[in-house]
């Protein structure tokens, strides 16, 4: 399949604090601290100012619909830190779907990591409390709702105190550093062009 020129794709990853548009009346920090983008290309999905992570930017609409209509479920991969150490019991209620709205929330892959994963230390940190520990959850989902991750970690009783995106379709956060922003490759466009 041949991509039209005009075509831009960059993998971005986002700090925490960060907003995923290009201005803000309150001054807050947003992309364009972090270009130059060109003018015409905008985040497919959204990161709340919270959370960290892999964004792809694009302006070719066509990607932007598949990846973020529920109807295709293109996997989204996080790393959650939370309050706390979920049980089996906890853990198997994420997998099998939270209830949010009357409308339960899709099968979730969960894994409670065993050790901490190599991520840059997030400024300002997390809220450290001395009586209860903390513990890394990965959660792929395939599908995006408005702070569904932290939605489902809270209704389990384990806040999110930390939310990283390292996944979004066919592409990881790899070795991006925090603010970091490349363009595809040639093979990388191919590949998500035949995801569709």
């Not at 959204?46 to 609409?61: M, Q, Y």
Request: charged share 30%; hydrophobic share 30%.
């Amino acid at each position: 399949m041949t991509v039209h020129a005009t075509k831009q794709y960059f993998l971005f990853h986002k700090p925490y604090g960060v907003l995923c548009q290009f201005t803000d009346d309150l001054g807050r920090k947003t992309l364009k601290d972090f270009g130059p983008f060109p003018k015409d290309v905008y985040s497919v999905g959204r990161l709340d100012l919270e959370s960290e992570g892999l964004l792809l930017l694009t302006n070719d609409n066509e990607a932007k619909h598949r990846l973020t209509d529920p109807r295709y479920e293109h996997e989204r991969c996080y790393l959650a830190q939370v309050e706390g150490i979920p049980s089996s019991e906890a853990l198997e209620r994420l997998r099998e779907g939270i209830l949010f709205k009357g409308k339960r929330t899709k099968s979730t892959h969960v894994r409670l990591l065993s050790d901490e994963p190599k991520m840059p230390q997030r400024i300002p940190g997390i809220r450290i409390r001395k009586t209860i520990p903390t513990s890394w959850l990965e959660l792929k989902l395939r599908e995006g709702r408005n702070h569904q991750v932290r939605k489902m970690t809270a209704s389990v009783g384990h806040p999110t105190l930390r939310l990283i995106r390292i996944g979004l379709g066919a592409f990881s956060l790899g070795n991006l550093k925090c603010g970091e922003c490349r363009s595809l490759t040639h093979q990388e466009i191919e590949k998500l062009r035949h995801s569709f």
